[in-house]
């Protein structure tokens, strides 16, 4: 058990100001959508989330998993299962996902967009962060691109509960990795899709995004260059290693990168994150030993794992699961003061007042 010192959670809160809603809305016929809209266009919960953003590194860093709530080893498609809630008690607090042609109706493993929908719905409803990485298609012309724009904005839009009220999104628009099209491009070609999406998404209505961007640490030296105008998050992606290249000087390598990023948010208060790729079996020390000393050597808002998925001789685990050998070595990172998960939760959406 966690001896942090811990307030309501959002959810408890989320849940008290959605029952004083209902209760208000039998006087208020007509009134379709409860939702606020902040001085920059975006809903207040988003302009609030990316305010937030930009400090929680002092509180600690958030754990997260992708799809950790819609698949694991051995089963998928449950919302009210969680590998790591089965394994420590407490579900992440925050959650990724990731796409890239929308208009199949499928994310980028062919799981349908409405299941996302709904699971993205109860991540906020706990008070997490969403992050949707889109890897966005190479389209055939301008028209093209213009209709894939498009039925992201839909995706991006459907995202709201019965009272109207949208789910605030860490928007990380074309990765930069290894393989996408749009890795070939030059900066200034990069930047300029990259602010043509945006001010598209924008026109279209969307209004509870926070844009981000991501490069990967082979990647590195291109961040400055390639960095969009008013990014509000930048996230560390670490490819994928083996558990022969998981060495001591892979970690030394990798820390020194992630400086690049943390001196830049220092500089712009900017937040940073970190998505982990690792797949491999993970021995006694890696979680304490090597994960833990390398997401609290930088002002990280938050530390984000691969899903877990398979069965049998066929499971892919980036995180601890029932049974797995590393369950023991995770609760020591679980148990640091300096990792947040859901209990630890408060107010990532509420506007944090100044200090007097």
Known sequence: MKTK????????????????????????????????????????????????????????????????????????????????????????????????????????SGMPLELLRSDILATTRRGGLVLLRWIMPEATDDTDRDDVIASMADFLNSLEDGYGKKSPVVLILMPLGDEEWYVTLSAEEYRTLYSDVEKRLYDLGVVNIVMGCSFSDNETARMPEYLPDDVAVID?????????????????????????????????????????GDYFPKDSTYWSGQVLPFVTSAPLCYALFRENSGTGGNILSACPYPGSPDVSDFMKLYNDKRTLFYHDLNGLYLKTEAKK
């Open 236 to 276: 560390f992606a670490v490819q994928q290693a083996t558990s022969d290249e998981n060495t001591a000087e892979r970690w030394s390598h990798l820390t020194e990168s992630l400086k690049t990023f943390a001196a830049y948010s220092d500089n712009t208060h900017v937040a940073v994150g970190v998505t982990m």
């Open 5 to 108: 010192n811990h307030l309501f959670p959002f959810s408890v809160l989320c849940l008290a100001a959605f029952t004083s809603l209902a209760l208000l809305s039998c006087g208020g016929k007509g009134k379709k959508s409860y939702e606020e809209i902040g001085e920059s266009g975006k809903t207040v919960q988003t302009e609030n989330m990316q305010e937030n953003l930009k400090t929680l590194h002092t509180k600690g860093v958030l754990f997260g998993q992708m799809y950790t709530t819609l698949c694991g080893v051995g089963w998928e498609g449950d919302s009210l299962r969680s590998d790591i809630k089965c394994v420590c008690g407490d579900f992440t607090a925050c959650t990724g996902y990731e796409v890239s042609d929308v208009r199949s109706g499928m994310d980028n």
